[in-house]
């Protein structure tokens, strides 16, 4: 399918076939596309620029963007295929459980051994190893640093996180797995999403 191009290759290839895509393609496609080269420019203007945050958690930026290059998405069903069972089977979890926390523990488990927190599917768990260690921040007294993970708490819902990339006036620029290219919360890719800051956000900073 025409839309499994990179959602964030940075090549000038993928660029110009998605450019083509967000042209000529049918709806979903050209909305796809169009969501996809928002994600392209958010990155080609913002990676070379990371200086901040720590340097595991940089190189965990640097680690997830070489696969963001090629592109991450399910297939075969939800939550589901090759490049999505990378991240579950590195913690013992069956094809289908949902990867947006398996996503950001496969990363830093690669960039530090043994990994700086216990690899998990679970937001709860890791966001409760990290107040253990005296990690975890609450968004009122602290500005999110490049390679921090942040934390969503949903009341009576799933929580959800990410990596961030970027923090500026208010708005978190963030690495996630697990979600839609546009508005909707549940999906199939990763991509850098941005958000408002909100009350229920906190951060993990992993020291170096």
């Keep these: 399918m025409a839309t499994k191009i990179a959602v964030l290759d940075q090549s000038e290839g993928a660029k ?35 200086l901040s ?13 070489q696969d963001l290059k090629s ?27 949902p990867w947006s926390a398996a996503f950001v523990s496969w990363y830093f488990s690669q960039v530090k051994n043994p990994p700086p927190f216990k690899p998990s599917g679970s937001w709860v768990a890791i966001e409760a190893e990290f107040k253990q260690k005296g990690w975890l921040l609450k968004n009122s007294d602290y500005s999110p640093q490049p390679g921090d993970i942040m934390f ?27 979600v839609s290219i546009g508005q909707g919360r549940e999906g199939n890719v990763a991509a850098v999403k941005i ?9 993990g900073h992993v020291p170096d």
């Design 71 to 97: 592109g991450v998405w399910e297939e075969g069903g939800s939550n589901k295929g090759e490049r999505i069972n990378k991240f579950l089977s590195n913690i013992g979890l069956p094809e289908g459980t």
């Design 152 to 178: 969503i708490n949903r009341q009576n819902q799933h929580h959800h996180g990410g990596i961030v990339l970027r923090y500026e006036n208010g708005q978190v620029e963030v690495i996630e797995g697990n």
């Design 16 to 50: 110009s076939a998605l450019e083509s895509l967000a042209q000529s393609g049918n709806s979903e496609e050209k909305n796809l596309a169009q969501h996809a080269l928002e994600n392209f420019k958010h990155f080609e203007s913002h990676l070379s620029n990371v």
């Design 53 to 65: 945050g720590s340097k595991i958690g940089r190189a965990v930026i640097e680690k997830v963007s």
């Design 195 to 203: 958000r408002q800051l909100q009350p229920n956000m906190s951060f």
